[in-house]
Each structure stands twice: as C-alpha cells, then as structure tokens.
T-cell receptor
C-alpha cells in the first residue's frame, strides 16, 4: 500500500518555465489537497478537490492550476514559474473532510532560479 | 474563518525531560483538532486527533494532548522525550463541516539534546 505518492521529488526550473507535479493516492480518498511549505510559515493550502472532476481555490492559488480528471490523481501546474514559487510542495488526501486526518506524500522540493 | 497559533517556534530540551508544545486556535464554528509530526525530508504524519469525548487524547510515540475549550487550546505533551523525537510538530484545526479544510500552525521545531 503506497499511500500518497508525489513525483518528482526534486525539480529546478528557470523563471518562466512550466511544469506539472503529480500526486497519486491508492486509498480511494475523495478529498485531495495541494499545500506549499515555506520556512516559518507552516503549510498553506493552494488548491483542493472534493471529488473527481472538481477543484477549488485555497489560501494561495495565484500562479497555480490544478486538475482532478481521475479520482486517484491530482495534478498541480505552474504555467510560468517565478522565484516566489520556490518551496516544498505537499499533496495530501483524506476520505472525508473535517474529522478525517490528512495523509501526506513525501513532498516535491522545487527551486525556481 | 479559523486560525492556529503555535506559541513556540523552537523548543530545545534534554533527553528524558518532559516537554509541552503549545497550540491555541480560534474558530467561529466547532472544530476538530490534530497534531502532526514531520521528520526531516518527509511528509507529515498524524500524531493524534481530538474529535469529541474525553478531552485528553493519546497518540503514537507516547504523546498526548489536552483539549481545553474555554482556553481554545490543544497543547501537546510527552513526559520523557527521546533523541528520536527531534522533528517539527504542527497543530491543525478542521471545521466540522463537509466543506471544511485544515488550517495549520507555523510549526514548532523540537530539538532533543543528549
């Protein structure tokens, strides 16, 4: 049982380049989330999804897009990367919201130069 | 809206000493409360959660936390820490609605020294 798998683990981009981060979960969870983690700032929600085909904005959505075409996958896209997007990105999933704790992947460390 | 404040950004402690990591929250609705632990270069793992019932909840690795509704706090404690407890700890709240999302504190780095 792999849980939540994020690819890639590391990536370096130049300003203006684009990329997609992939999150896959094998627990049949309805909810999926993308967070970014910056030193001293905890985790901030970028976008989330409450089910296949749905997406919604979180706290810091600007500069990012997401898609949830399949229940098990949640993609995070950066269309034109900026140095301010240098961060560690975490994907998480949960069977329901509220009561259910989040299951996290191991993160993607992105550096934008 | 909800918010979480972790009162200490860094807590150094000697091995076998007790530790308390403090968390206060605010919310206009009832919430569920969580503590997560993050070891270096890993994702977050659930340590314990409070959903309802007894205000003292026990988690993994000997940690426990007490929910105090009047003080809107959910402090994490361990009576005797080990070197292996060195990690970052996050307090999180989630509103009790289906459309809710977890809000995280800024984290507390626990460093256990020999």
């Amino acid at each position: 049982n792999a849980g939540v798998t994020q690819t890639p683990k590391f990536r370096v981009l130049k300003t203006g380049q684009s990329m997609t981060l992939l999150c896959a979960q094998d627990m049949n969870h309805e909810y999926m989330y993308w967070y970014r983690q910056d030193p001293g700032m905890g985790l901030r929600l970028i976008h989330y999804s409450v089910g296949e085909g749905t997406t919604a904005k979180g706290e810091v959505p600007d500069g990012y897009n997401v898609s949830r075409l399949k229940k098990q996958n949640f993609l995070l896209g950066l269309e034109s990367a900026a140095p301010s997007q240098t961060s560690v990105y975490f994907c998480a999933s949960s069977p329901f919201s509220g009561k259910s704790p989040l299951h996290f992947g191991n993160g993607t460390r992105l550096t934008v130069t | 809206a909800q918010s979480v404040t972790q009162l200490d950004s860094q807590v150094p402690v000697f091995e076998e000493a007790p530790v308390e990591l403090r968390c206060n929250y605010s919310s206009s609705v009832s919430v569920y409360l969580f503590w997560y632990v993050q070891y270096p270069n890993q994702g977050l793992q659930l340590l314990l959660k409070y959903l309802s019932g007894s205000t003292l909840v026990k988690g993994i690795n000997g940690f426990e936390a007490e929910f105090n509704k009047s003080q809107t706090s959910f402090h994490l404690r361990k009576p005797s820490v080990h070197i292996s407890d060195t990690a970052e700890y996050f307090c999180a709240v989630s509103p009790g609605t289906n459309a809710g999302k977890s809000t995280f504190g800024d984290g507390t780095t626990l460093t256990v020294k020999p």
